[in-house]
């Protein structure tokens, strides 16, 4: 793993998300680590996670471990205290790169202010893209916008239209959240960190870790390629069962994406 986490303002294919750093203006180096913001000569090599998952590093890291547990351990409480009452929710995921003004973009927003007007919150990972334009359409509805941000080498902090925010050191402490307070994923065209959450998601449901758990894949052209592969690959070949198709559902319609998650 890299130990450099030092920031300029990423072009618009690099980083988390592809978007420029918002605030590391005029190539000022910037770094997010939780609620901390380190700039210039103040920022530190890697990341929480790159610290945790780190095996090669010297030994300090190791007598260390259990008092990061205190850490991890305070991330839970933060979260849950956060969004104890948060009420009817749902998690939108896609990609950080949509472009604003896009046809996914705008599918995003339509979906957000869906959600709003249904009553429920909507809660994203609170990036740019695809993130953005859900909570963007929470936000115009007048909903409750939920932004779930992640410390990242390229991170871009959270967007404009996030109502709670909360910034997270560790993947694992911001998924949990993401199914706790949910009660079903819309899932956007994306990137590898959208995929990771689908497959997570999936597995939870498909070994009975959450029980009546909608997930619905919206964009049938970008993802039936993804369908077809499960269904004749890997159901075929008895890696998974045939009743683990119905762990799913796929549409283009908008409105057929909402009430899958927000009807019994």
């Known amino acids: 793993m890299s130990d450099s986490a030092e920031l300029t303002a990423p072009g618009p294919d690099e980083g988390s998300g592809g978007a420029p750093e918002a605030h590391a203006a005029k190539g000022r180096k910037e770094q997010r680590l939780g609620p901390v913001v380190r700039r210039g000569g103040q920022v530190v090599p890697g990341t929480a996670d790159q610290r945790l998952l780190d095996t090669r590093g010297p030994s300090d890291w190791v007598h260390g471990d259990p008092w990061r547990v205190l850490r991890i351990q305070s991330e839970f409480v933060e979260g849950f205290g956060a969004l104890a009452e948060l009420g009817p929710a749902v998690s939108v995921f896609g ?69 709670i925010g909360v910034n997270f050191r560790y993947f694992f402490v911001r998924k949990t959240m993401f199914v706790k307070y949910a009660q079903g994923f819309l899932v956007l065209p994306g990137g590898l960190g959208t995929l990771d959450e689908l497959f997570e998601a999936l ?41 683990d198709r119905g762990l799913f559902r796929l549409t283009d319609d908008v409105e057929e994406a909402i009430d899958l998650v927000t009807k019994p």
């Open 203 to 243: 597995t939870l449901v498909q070994t009975h870790k959450v029980t009546r758990f909608p997930i619905v894949l919206v964009g049938v052209d970008y993802w039936q390629g993804l369908v077809r592969w499960l269904t004749d690959t890997v159901i075929a070949q008895g890696k998974a069962a045939e009743k």
């Open 95 to 163: 990609s950080a790169r949509t472009p604003v003004g896009s046809p996914e973009y705008e599918m995003g927003r339509r979906i957000g202010r869906g959600l709003a007007q249904a009553g429920f919150a909507v809660i994203t990972g609170g990036g740019p893209g695809a993130m953005e334009a859900a909570n963007r359409g929470a936000n115009e509805a007048g909903g409750v916008s939920v932004g779930l941000g992640i410390e990242l080498p390229f991170e871009q902090g959270l967007n404009e239209f996030v109502d």
